[in-house]
Every structure is written in C-alpha cells, then in structure tokens.
C-alpha cells in the first residue's frame, strides 16, 4: 500500500556558505530516507528552505557591507547551488523571505491568536548597548542558574535540557561581540505553552520509536514549560498580524515562529508551482500520512515542542479549547530524527572560529558521493563524530575504491572482455546460490533499518554484500576460468551472478550514492535515468496568498528554488534482474582513489591543524 510520507529538512541560515557540518545533519540522512522512500513505491513531498530571518542576517550584513536582502539573496544562491550539487531531493527547497511564507505564517498566528494561544505580556529584552539591536536569544550565553553549567544559551542549557531566558542566566555575555547585554522592559505576543502543555504531553508520551536521545530531551522539557515569546523588538521579518501592530515596524514575529511554519508553507508553495494548489492537504491534512522532521541536536526544542504546541493551538486542542483555521487540523510530526554533531578536532563546525570545510569547496575538489559516503557511514548518527581526512582518505579509499569500485569495475570488465555481454548461466553451485541469496535477503535487512533511520547500519549492511561478492569472485577465480575454454560455461555462471549482485548492491546503494549509481546503472547496458537528481529553477515571488503590513516582500522578485521529477526514474526497492544478452559498456573508474598525503595535510583550503 502507497504511503504519503513528508521529509520535513531544517532550514539553513542564509548567513553565510554552508559547512558539512550542517549537511551531516540535516542534508544527507535526510536525501537518504526521501530517496529510500520513493524506490519503495511511496509518495514522497520532501521539502525545506534557507531562513533568511532574526538578528544573525543583519549581523552579517552589516559586516558586509550589504542590505539584508541582498546578503540573503547571496547565500540563498550559494546554499541552492551547493545543495543541489550534493543531490539533495527536495521536492521543493524554497526560502522564507517570500509573500506565500509571509502569508502562511500569518495565517498560523491568527489561529492561534483567535483561539487564546497568544498572550500579550511586558517582558525583558536583551539589547545589544552598542547597536540597540535586540539579541536573540541563542546568541546571549552564561551560566545555567539551574545546573550551573557554563555555555548555557539564552533559550535552553544542553547540559540539563532546561529551557531558559536570557535574563535568567548568571553573567550573560553576546556570542556576536562579547558585551554584556542591557534588560529593556518590552511588550510582546507570547505562546501559551502551559495551557497547550497536557494536549503536548499526551502526544509525545504517544512517541514509540523516536531514538531515545531525541524523546528524552524532549519529554524533559515539559518539566519546566512556560510561556516563550513569539515577537521580537526588530525591524527585519514578518509582521504581527494584529491591529495596532502590523503597521509597526519595530515589532516583527520570532524567527523561530516562522521558521518550523515553513514545512507547512514550503509545502503550500510546492503545490501552487506544481499546478494543483490543494495537493499539499495530501500530506498536511490525511491523518493516515506521516512526516519525518529532520535536523542537528540543537533544534529538537522547536520541533518537539514549539511546533507542535503551534498545530494544536491552531487546531484549538489546548485547555482553552478553540476553532480549526481555514488550512485544517494538520498532522504533527510521526518522527524528529535528530542527529548529534559532527566536529573537527574535537569542535564544533564554525565558520566564525575557522573550524569549517565548506560544502562547496568539498564539493568541487571530491564530488558529492564520497562526502554522501562518508556521512553515512561514520557521520554524528547517535554520537558527536569527529571528522579527519586521514579516516575520509581512508573510508574512500579502502571501502568506495577498493571495495565498491573494485566489484563493479573488475566484474563488468571481465564479462565485458569475455562476453560483451551479460553472460548465460548454467546450473548454480552453492557457493553461486549463497551470495546471492545474501544479497536478495539485504534487501529486506536494510529497508527495515532505513525505515527506522538507522543510516549507518543500512550502508553497512550493503557494504557487507560488497565484501562478499569480492571474496566470492576471489574464490571462483574467473581469469583462471578464462584461460580453459572448457570451463566456459562455468565462467558465463559465476560473472552471470557476479552481475547480478553488482545490480543488487547498486540498488541498495542507491540512496546513498545516487550519482554513482547512475553511472553502475549504464555500465550495466541499461539505459534512462535510474536515479534522478535535483535541478535549479528560477521563480517569480507569485502567490495567491497575500501578507498584510509592512515591509512585505517585493513580488516582484525573483529567486532560484530546488525541485526535480523524481516519479519517473527507474530507481525500485528489489532485485532487477540482470537479463542476458543486455550488451555491456566498458567500465571506467567508478571511484577515483585519494593521495594517502592527504590524510596527513588536509587540502589547502582546509589544512590539517598541527
């Protein structure tokens, strides 16, 4: 039975070029399940966006020496451009400085406005004292008043999963120029998390088969649940749609508000851009769809609390009851798959501290798949994983080049010389039997482990057939076979079911390295596109939905999206079997070998640190 099944992938900063850090938690385990997904038949809407919102852009901006928008529409570019090469699926991968996210965002905001979720109250704001700016609050850093831990951030401490405010911590400091911040007595709109806290609790003990770091995290913070404010004092965003505010230009929504409302407008804009406006309710509005949330360890307060408390304020199921909005009741999240960080030399990604690999450099010097590789097989799945280019040296070469790349080049080369053809088996031997057995029988192994996330054991399960198609090659000896003319026949069987396993291992590969796969697939004689990729298209800021107050986005404005026809490749979850007679290409080097040097050096432009 078809699924709908959304891919819901968290939202880059448009601050800056994207690290690997970044795409190791949100991009590849992400492309990995929508990709596994769509080979299994399902019905995939994998979406996302750069955010283009809250203090950080105007930073930045004004270290550049650019507007905000400007500095946006650069790194939107940028971020589009580096994920599309690393073949990140996106359905649609948009940006929310557009008059539709404006306009949905809005719209979520009077829901839960109009149903009491939004309470007005005078707060104390962080205010930087050189530039009058407010800080946000994950840029305000101190001591955790509750567990004393250093590096607590002004939303919520790590080390006890509390959520905090500014103005709790002990000596705050800002991250951006290390001032100690000045508390201005402000009025915002805040979300009544307590009153949404038993409907909120219900459903995340309904939570089975969260991995056990992301539900704990989560259910501890109900412990402390309190109302969180969802305006902010700053004059880049969206506006309050509230009489009396909407005009004010010094009053705009909380990023993070509109932040996780963009999987529902991403969504939105997807079906208005694919021709069928109302398609997006297939997977917001059908309790039977599920919808996977991807992101870094950092993230799981918004999507584990925050956002949901927002669909069931706009559903009106908290204690002060209230009215579904015009958009429905829609799903909350089935899972928030989270992953840990991924550092150098034991720290965390930045590009402020020059700990940092760009996903373009990367991409330029290596290609995409050995990175894909690499995240899959040894990235932050459960555990913070430091990466060093003596262990993706290593990976590459010993595991893609000599394992992968070895199978498939010595195999089809051998049938291709003898051949020039897939061969005609005679009987199978055992040993023909067991290996490919083993790899029908991975097939199964691994959806299991991929529906349930499990990434890393996926590709380690397929890199186990790998390894024992190169031994059973090994032990048949075909160059032997070869060279006695009457062992023909018993050639034609074992490069037959070499063949065979080399499409089995290809197709359980596929999700992880699509651009390799595409090319396995040619080398097989096969034609059309097996595993297909993304494309850039240039949009109009058209909507028919229409924001209200001011500083509204020009619609006039045009930007690059990420979209791709993925229904029509070739690309399914089982064995295809390997025909005899299908003419066979010469195969060049699938996977271009790694300098050991560069273990020891690093590239140039990434150096390993003495």
């Known amino acids: 039975m078809t699924k709908n099944v959304l891919v819901s992938v968290a939202w880059p ?23 596994f997904q769509r080979m299994r038949g399902n019905n995939v809407l994998m979406i996302s966006g750069t955010d283009e919102h809250g203090t950080p852009l105007l930073v930045q901006a004004d270290k550049e020496g650019v507007t905000v928008q400007e500095l946006a529409d650069k790194y939107n570019r940028q971020i ?33 406005y109009d149903n009491g979720y939004m309470i007005k109250e005078s707060t104390l704001g962080a205010i930087s004292p050189s530039t009058g700016r407010t800080l946000p ?10 567990c004393g831990a250093e590096g607590a951030r002004g939303d919520q401490c790590d080390n006890c999963g509390n959520q905090l405010d500014p103005a709790d911590l002990i000596n705050p400091v800002s991250k951006i120029n290390g001032e100690t911040p000045i508390f201005v007595e402000t009025e915002h709109f805040l979300l009544d998390l307590p009153a949404l806290a038993d409907a909120l609790t219900e459903w995340l003990k309904g939570r089975r088969d969260w991995r056990p770091n992301v539900l704990r995290f989560s259910l501890n913070l109900l412990n402390d649940i309190r109302p969180r404010a969802m305006t902010r004092d700053i004059d880049w965003g969206i506006p309050v749609p509230v ?21 529902l407008s991403a969504s939105i804009e997807w079906a208005f851009r694919t021709g ?11 309790p039977e769809s599920t919808s996977y ?16 408390a927002e669909l069931l304020g706009y559903a009106g ?133 991929l529906e349930q996330s499990k990434f890393k054991a996926g590709i380690t399960a397929a890199m186990h057939v790998v390894g024992e198609a190169n031994a059973y090659i090994a032990e048949q000896e075909p160059w032997k076979l070869a060279k006695d003319e009457t062992q023909r026949e018993r050639l034609a069987t074992v490069l037959w079911t070499a063949l065979q396993v080399v499409s089995d291992c290809n197709t359980m590969l596929t999700p992880y390295l699509p651009h390799t796969a595409q090319k396995v697939h040619e080398t097989l004689g096969r034609e059309g596109i097996w595993a297909a990729e993304p494309r850039i298209v240039e949009v109009v800021n058209d909507s028919p939905r229409q924001p209200i107050g ?15 026809d993925y229904k029509t490749q070739q690309a399914v979850w089982r064995r295809t079997e390997v025909v005899p007679g299908t003419v066979l290409n010469k195969p060049a080097p699938l996977i271009t070998k790694l300098d050991p040097e560069l273990g020891e050096t690093g590239p140039e432009w990434a150096p390993v640190q003495g």
């Open 137 to 146: 609050d994950r840029y305000i850093e101190g001591t955790c008043p509750i």
């Open 317 to 449: 199921k908290g204690s002060r009851g209230g009215t579904v909005g015009e958009l429905g009741e829609l799903n909350l999240p089935t899972e928030v798959v989270s992953s840990e960080f991924l550092t150098m030399s034991g720290s965390k990604f930045s590009s402020s501290k020059g700990v940092v690999i760009y996903v373009k450099d990367f991409l330029r010097d290596f290609g995409p798949d050995p990175l894909r590789y690499f995240i899959a097989v040894a990235g932050p799945e459960n555990n913070d994983t430091d990466f060093t280019w003596d262990e993706f040296v290593r990976r590459v070469n010993n595991e893609l080049a000599n394992g992968w790349g070895n199978l498939v080049n010595r195999t089809v080369s051998m049938a291709h010389k003898n051949f020039g053809a897939v061969p005609v088996p005679a009987a199978l031997t055992e040993a023909d039997q067991a290996i490919l057995d083993l790899a029908s029988g991975t097939f199964d192994s691994i959806a299991e482990n």
């Open 276 to 286: 069928d406006p109302e398609a997006w309710r297939t997977w917001w509005n059908d």
């Open 550 to 564: 001011v500083g509204l986005p020009d619609p006039a404005h045009t930007y690059p999206v990420i979209m791709g």
């Open 80 to 112: 589009v451009e580096d994920l599309t090469g690393l073949g990140l699926s996106y359905d649609l991968f948009t940006r929310t400085t557009t008059s539709n996210h404006y306009a949905v965002v809005q719209e979520l905001f009077r829901g839960l």
């Open 13 to 35: 900063y448009a601050n800056g070029p994207r690290h690997i850090g970044h795409v190791a938690g949100f991009g590849v385990p992400s492309d990995v399940f929508a990709r």
């Open 293 to 308: 949330y991807f992101m870094g360890k950092d993230n799981i307060t918004f999507h584990s609390q925050i956002w949901p």
């Open 243 to 263: 009489e009396g505010w909407q005009d004010n230009n010094a009053k705009k929504l909380y990023v993070w508000f509109d932040a996780v409302v963009g999987y």
